[in-house]
């Protein structure tokens, strides 16, 4: 198991930016893929972006293409979410998760993925 810790939420105004921080500690690999889920009140837990360890190939949601950035830095075992152009829509509590990978990657499946952050709440005001 890998443990994982986020930090970086807080409030914004519409427009503004905030970056994420996901650090990783415990069993890492370089076979992980990390990923970044966010859940509204009252709804799911939706995929925002994910990225490799070891190639660095990145995926994201739809919603969020062009304004939000992952990265990771392999040397401090961290995962970040660098978010521009914040909306209000872009409310929720973001999680970082790890997905030990076996050859194939599932980026977007919440069900693949074995670890999870606690969390960080981000709010964009209007």
Do not use: H
Not at 5 to 22: D, F, H, I, K
Not at 92 to 100: K, S
Not at 104 to 126: D, E, I, M, N
Request: contains cysteine; charged residues 15%; aromatic residues 12%.
């Amino acid at each position: 198991q890998v443990q994982l810790v986020e930090s970086g939420g807080g409030l914004v105004q519409a427009g503004g930016s905030l970056r994420l921080s996901c650090a990783a500690s415990g069993r890492t690999k370089s076979n992980y893929a990390m990923g970044w889920f966010r859940q509204a009140p009252g709804k799911e837990r939706d995929f925002v972006a994910a990225v490799t360890w070891n190639t660095g190939s990145t995926y994201y949601a739809d919603s969020v293409k062009g304004r939000f950035t992952i990265s990771r830095d392999n040397a401090k075992n961290t995962v970040y979410l660098q978010m521009n152009s914040l909306k209000p829509e872009d409310t929720a509590v973001y999680y970082c998760a790890a997905q030990e990978t076996y050859g194939l990657v599932y980026p977007r499946s919440a069900l693949k993925y074995a670890s999870w952050g606690q969390g960080t709440q981000v709010t964009v005001s209007s």
